[in-house]
């Protein structure tokens, strides 16, 4: 113990969130209007005019607590994925399922099992529990499930994938993701929880989709992760959801906070659900604004990571002096150093002008460089 705290806390090196309009806006006086974000993988449509009613209406409602249960939203999801609603969690983002997954099933003497470059919450939430962490090396910057598998010991007591992943936007085809869970479960039985975090997967080729639900059914260890901030466009209210079996679920649920989900989230999640034009309007316009940025890649010779997801990840060298340059022409992106990274940036795909204006400000940076 030191300074009043445990030691693995003190060891946490926080989050690093993509850098804010207005901080950048007053750091080089520039004007707000003319800043784009392409730096926290969110739906550059904003938000559906669907869920902006549903949410209007439920604020008149604010002054009572909401729906501790979200048994609305938990129906609905419930009758899209075939599973009973008793099933379904509800998060305050996905990335409050991560937190209570580790929660649930980690402390000091466990450890978790995660891949190199996967996204950065799995070790955030693994050492706030004080639990060890089962770093595997990734293969051509993605999961490598075969040796995550052999990664497993003991005391492991959960394994987190991340599918596609963030923030390299690497993809294991459905197959490979089954036999993985096979093998866990025939070797580790309800030991080992796996906790599939999907929070891209509405942006993958129709050929690439799979039913994720029917493994819950089939694995009582799997936990499957989604959210409603990235393809849904509901980043700002904070709402993921996981499915699992009722054991899981119930262990969830015991470190849940009991009104995790506010009510025009949970109001806007509902309509969001149903609004299949604007998913399709949303991956439509990121599968596009990813064909134009990885053909600028190309173009300007640059290394890049396939990506399954709505950020691409590219190699620019001097991320930093790169980064900055950008900055200055009021350009946000993500570098990736904490990640492991130090030559990469990941850049978020914007609308179409607003890819267009980031590559020809990279076109200029690297060009002169
Ligand atoms: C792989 C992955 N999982 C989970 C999350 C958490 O997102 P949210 O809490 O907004 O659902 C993110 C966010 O960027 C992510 O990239």
Redesign the pocket.
């Known amino acids: 113990m030191a300074a009043g705290a445990p030691d693995h806390i003190l060891a946490i090196a926080p989050y690093q969130p993509g850098k804010p309009i207005e901080e950048l806006a007053r750091e080089f006086k520039l004007d707000p209007a003319n800043i784009i974000k392409l730096a926290?993988?969110e739906n550059p449509l904003g938000m559906p005019d669907s869920a902006k009613s549903a949410m209007m209406k439920a604020v008149t409602t604010l002054g009572r607590y909401p729906d501790p249960n979200g048994f609305e939203l938990k129906a609905a999801l419930a009758a899209r994925y075939g599973v009973p609603a008793a099933w379904v969690t509800l998060?305050?983002?996905?990335?409050?399922l991560?937190e209570l997954a580790s929660l649930a099933l980690l402390g000091p003497g466990l450890s978790a099992v995660y891949a190199q470059h996967a996204?950065a919450?799995y070790r955030l939430a693994t050492q706030a529990r004080g639990a060890r962490h089962i770093v595997v090396p990734a293969r051509e910057y993605g999961h490598d499930l075969n040796a995550m598998l052999a990664a497993i010991d003991q005391d492991t007591r959960l394994v987190f994938i991340?599918n596609?992943?963030?923030p390299t936007g690497t993809f294991l085809p459905a197959a490979d993701v089954v036999a993985f869970l096979q093998q866990v479960h025939e070797r580790w039985g309800d030991k080992v929880t796996v906790l599939l975090?999907e929070?891209?997967n509405e942006y993958l080729d129709p050929e690439l989709r799979f039913d994720s639900a029917r493994w819950v059914e089939q694995f009582s260890n799997l936990i499957v992760?989604r959210?409603?901030?990235?393809a849904y466009g509901l980043?700002g209210l904070?709402?993921?959801f996981a499915l699992a079996q009722p054991r899981l679920t119930d262990l969830l649920n015991r470190v849940r906070q009991p009104f995790n989900v506010n009510s025009p989230a949970q109001a806007a999640a509902i309509a969001a659900l149903d609004d299949a034009d604007f998913l399709q309007r949303s991956y439509a316009l990121n599968r596009d604004g990813k064909q134009a940025l990885c053909a600028a890649f190309q173009k300007l010779n640059l290394q890049f990571v396939p990506s399954y997801?709505n950020f691409v990840l590219v190699r620019v060298g001097d991320a930093a002096g790169v980064n900055l340059a950008l900055l200055k022409r009021g350009i946000i992106v993500r570098p990736v150093g904490a990640d492991g990274l130090p030559e990469w940036l990941r850049v978020s795909i914007g609308l179409p002008q607003e890819n267009a204006r980031f590559i020809e400000a990279l076109t200029a940076i690297v060009g002169a460089a």
Do not use: I
């Open positions: 926290s993988n998060g305050n983002g996905s990335n409050d991560l996204f919450v991340a596609p992943n963030n975090d929070a891209y992760s959210t409603f901030s990235k980043a904070r709402v993921g997801g």
